[in-house]
């Protein structure tokens, strides 16, 4: 269960990603071009000191258009040898300044990741802890791990790919199989393929 803060954050959660987004040349993205949020879903860190997030978006001007799948983690310290991954900066209202990653280079992103789509766990359930409405969030993916087959390899040795850009094709849905990250959200009924391990 990941516990949320009803915080303000500079530059907030959108604003990062739309910075950092269009810098990617795998995006296709002009800078002017302005991001909406889709949804979005979180893993737990068990040690309790990495935020872990997934941030689905797509343009504003094409509610038709690709979604753009950016994983990031919170640190409240910068993470060693991963200098060419951070991505800005926050400072959040509660928990002070925090370092924001590229969460592909995040060794505790990929590892419950692993063990999402291994175990066929799902996303972490999203509370909000304080301001004017405390619980359970509603407006986020469901997403969950379809298992993984020892036969192939030991799940430590797989490698994870995450989709990025899900285009037309991807948003159609796509068959399961043992090590994937498959998710829906409000809008997306037919299952979507976020992860996979190979």
Sequence with gaps: MAQLY????SPGKLELVQTWLP???WSGLDAEVPLEVVTSYRFDDPAGEVGIEMHLVRSADDADGPVYQVPVT???????GAEDALITTMEHSV???RWVYDAVADPVFVEQARRTIAEADTSAEEIIVDGDNPGPRTDIADARGTGWDAAIKA???ADLNVTRLLGADQLSGAETGPGMLMATWDGQSEP??????V
């Design 192 to 197: 979507v393929e976020l992860m996979r391990l």
């Design 95 to 97: 928990l002070g300044k």
């Design 74 to 80: 919170y640190r409240g310290a910068p993470l060693e």
């Design 6 to 9: 009803d915080a303000e954050l």
């Design 155 to 157: 799940v430590e040795e």
């Design 23 to 25: 810098s990617q040349e």
